[in-house]
Nanobody
Framework: QVQLVESGGGLVQPGGSLRLSCAAS????????MSWYRQAPGKERELVAH????????KYADSVKGRFTVSRDNAKATVYLQMNNLKPEDTAVYFC???????????WGQGTQVTVSS
């Protein structure tokens, strides 16, 4: 059974930090590129950060460059999103996505809420 379970969301003040985790099971995590997306109320889901499967290259949305860092631990089958200097506009539900590097397969997590407010 494939699962992607996000955790680490919550309420934080502007300028604060959070680290999101996405724990994977039921598939070969190391062969999947992993991404973080977010969706704010009334807005479309947008790509926040991406990390490739093998050469571990990363890319970020312009709005989070220099503040967010994506990383992965294949031994733990987990991808992380370290979020620093959070802003109110970062408020959204954050989702992780797994995309196979070899098969036409992708999976989504259920999301975790991040709220940045004073």
């Amino acid at each position: 059974q494939v699962q992607l379970v996000e955790s680490g969301g919550g309420l934080v003040q502007p300028g604060g930090s959070l680290r999101l985790s996405c724990a994977a099971s039921g598939f070969t995590f190391s062969s999947y590129a992993m991404s973080w997306y977010r969706q704010a109320p009334g807005k479309e889901r947008e790509l926040v950060a991406h990390i490739t499967a093998y050469d571990v290259r990363t890319k970020y949305a312009d709005s989070v460059k220099g503040r967010f860092t994506v990383s992965r631990d294949n031994a733990k089958a987990t991808v992380y999103l370290q979020m620093n200097n959070l802003k109110p506009e970062d408020t959204a539900v954050y989702f992780c996505k797994a995309v196979s590097s070899m098969l036409p397969t992708l999976y989504w997590g259920q999301g975790t809420q991040v709220t940045v407010s004073s």
